[in-house]
């Protein structure tokens, strides 16, 4: 599968006319296609923060720093995670894989503007999607109650 989806990766930056985006893209070492693949978003490395390039317009966006980012169904916003790196330096303890992480989740436009923040929380920061219509984010989290100690899928609303 990963070598199925680096050379889709591989063949979509050849699509990509200005040389110099296209050999940016390629060196990142993150990069992610919108839904509809008019966008990229991308980053050189872990220093650095996103940056994301609208295809049709050749307009490029620094966006806010964050931990992560990710699409939303609609091409037009994104989820922006904000959370403490369990491997940083100012961690106070090494937390375990799959351990949930107090997060910040917000929705911004592409253009890094009109940040809205709609959950904070402890969350398995790898499995937060759109839901296809962009209605609303599923998360992993675990919400300690009375009869549900285990962690379980929750849907935020965006609409």
């Known amino acids: 599968w990963d070598d199925s989806e680096n050379k889709n990766i591989q063949e ?3 699509l990509i006319k200005d040389v110099t985006l296209r050999k940016t893209a390629s060196s990142s070492a993150t990069i992610t296609w919108s839904p509809d693949e008019t966008k990229i978003l991308y980053r ?3 220093n650095e923060d996103y940056k994301i390039t609208d295809l049709t317009t050749n307009k ?3 966006l806010p720093k964050a931990s992560s980012y990710g699409f939303l169904a609609d091409s037009e916003h994104l989820i922006m995670l904000e959370f403490e790196d369990p491997k940083s330096e100012n961690s ?3 937390k375990e894989p799959n351990q949930f992480t107090q ?7 592409v253009d890094g503007f009109n940040k809205s923040e709609i959950y904070v ?3 398995d920061t790898n499995t937060v999607f759109s839901w296809p219509d962009s209605s609303r984010i599923v998360v992993i989290s675990s919400l300690p109650t009375q009869t549900a100690s285990k962690p379980n899928l929750y ?5």
């Open 92 to 94: 106070k303890e090494e």
């Open 12 to 14: 979509r930056l050849q």
């Open 60 to 62: 490029t966006y620094q």
């Open 103 to 109: 997060t910040k989740i917000s929705v911004i436009e």
């Open 44 to 46: 050189k490395d872990d």
């Open 155 to 159: 849907g935020i609303n965006l609409k």
């Open 121 to 123: 929380g402890n969350i």
